[in-house]
């Protein structure tokens, strides 16, 4: 049988270097994800096309020219319900800008713009003969916008939790170090970070400031100039908000790094909203930090399913069976980690959430994504 793997061998350079549309991006992707599929299959047209990179419209070409067996693992959503609701009720963002939100009539043409994409982005999506997601998130707005697809089964992403519970909890005791994880994209909301960690140092009348040990670090990789720019104003922001001398960049490094950052830190911080799963604050887990994450996605409904009710007010599990921090606003991840290194990270209570935390990573791990898949693929149609 010939699956299409590797396919990229055969593809010119030029595919790669187009310039970025800086306007109608959605569509100029998906043209150009058609063009290359075509591209591809007329080099070779395998008996299975199996896309992993959410590109539904080259289903299209696939099945209904080339006349392939497709299957899908979609990490993210080209468009979802709340990428609509956020235009409905225009609210600012990063990929929906003051001068959009500000003007009712732009809104709405932006929206109906997204509506008519939706529908023929399920219309593609439903074409393909297996579906497996990510993630419980990504499941709910796939099912809702590929409405004519059959079964959606979910896998979540490997992640080497494995070789990350090697990492000692308690020797050496880990430092007041609050661990980021993250490509500096605008949808990461690093100022959210920077603004709790301002928060942080003053609140309590400046405790966790006076004590001198409590730092942030921001790590992650540049794709380009645009990312680098970013960076250069979250420091300006730092300098701003004087914690410039508390947090620091740790920008493309290898992995060896981030492995060392992850053996000493006793917190992790995620404020991405709607991630669609969050492999970063995996990795935190397994390797031992008291994660605070963002109440919402992959986070919320997969990841931490049991989030600590003391930062909540109540609204949670005691410590003794929690496996880290939910948070939304700059004071409610500022408090979460407050409450934390306030206990100390060799405390009964928050050693008690870093094991159950480690525990509960290991259903992440690669053994287990293998397991799944493998189960899902010799079960489906798709190989036969």
């Not at 590797?6 to 595919?15: C, D, E, N, V």
């Not at 992640?159 to 430092?175: G, I, M, N, Y």
């Not at 005691?318 to 100390?344: F, P």
């Amino acid at each position: 049988m010939k699956l299409l793997i590797a396919m990229t061998l055969a593809i010119p350079p030029s595919f790669f270097r187009k310039e970025k549309s800086k306007r109608w991006t959605m569509i100029a992707e998906s043209w150009g994800t058609i063009q290359l599929a075509w591209y591809a299959l007329q080099k070779r047209t395998p008996h299975v096309f199996f896309d992993t990179t959410g590109c539904a419209f080259t289903f299209l070409v696939a099945k209904v020219l080339a006349g392939c067996k497709v299957g899908a693992y979609v990490h993210y959503p080209t468009i979802s319900t709340d990428m609509l609701s956020l235009v409905w009720e225009r609210r600012p963002s990063y990929n929906n800008n003051t001068s959009i939100s500000t003007n009712p009539i732009i809104t709405y043409a932006k929206l109906l713009y997204y509506t008519f994409f939706a529908i023929a982005y399920g219309l593609t999506g439903s074409l393909a003969d297996l579906i497996i997601v990510n993630s419980s998130w990504t499941k709910g707005h796939i099912q809702y916008l590929w409405r004519l697809a059959g079964d959606i089964h979910v896998v979540f992403p490997p992640v080497d939790t494995k070789s990350l519970e090697q990492l000692s909890l308690t020797h050496p005791p880990r430092d007041n170090l609050i661990l980021s994880i993250g490509q500096f994209r605008p949808e990461k909301d690093h100022t959210l970070q920077l603004k709790a960690f301002a928060l942080l140092l003053e609140m309590h009348n400046g405790e966790m400031r006076t004590r001198g040990d409590v730092k942030l670090l921001l790590i992650g990789s540049c794709r380009d100039d645009d990312d680098r720019e970013r960076v250069d104003r979250l420091q300006a922001l730092a300098r701003e908000w004087n914690i410039s001398d508390s947090v620091k960049f740790v920008l493309n490094q290898p992995h060896s790094v981030l492995r060392e950052y992850l053996s000493r830190a006793s917190v992790g911080i995620h404020t991405m909203w709607n991630e669609h799963f969050g492999i970063g604050l995996v990795e935190m887990m397994a390797a031992g930090l008291v994660t605070v994450a963002h109440d919402s996605g992959g986070p919320k409904a997969d990841i931490i399913q049991s989030p600590w009710n003391v930062p909540r007010g109540g609204d949670g599990v005691s410590g003794d069976q929690s496996t880290g921090c939910l948070a939304t606003t700059a004071e409610e991840y500022a408090n979460a980690i407050y409450e934390i290194i306030k206990r100390g990270s060799s405390s009964r209570e928050i050693l008690k959430m870093r094991e159950n935390g480690r525990k509960s990573a290991e259903r992440f791990s690669d053994e287990v994504f293998v397991k799944s898949l493998k189960e899902i693929l010799l079960a489906s149609s798709l190989l036969t």
